[in-house]
């Protein structure tokens, strides 16, 4: 259970950092 959590945790989190990421370089260019 405690690992289920992490790996939803983990799927949120690069999820949010390759949106993010691409948001930047979208206005950066």
Do not use: G
Not at 2 to 27: M, R
Request: net charge neutral.
């Amino acid at each position: 259970s405690s690992f289920y959590v992490v790996s939803l945790l983990f799927l949120f989190t690069s999820c949010c950092f390759v949106s993010i990421n691409a948001l930047v370089v979208h206005n950066h260019t």
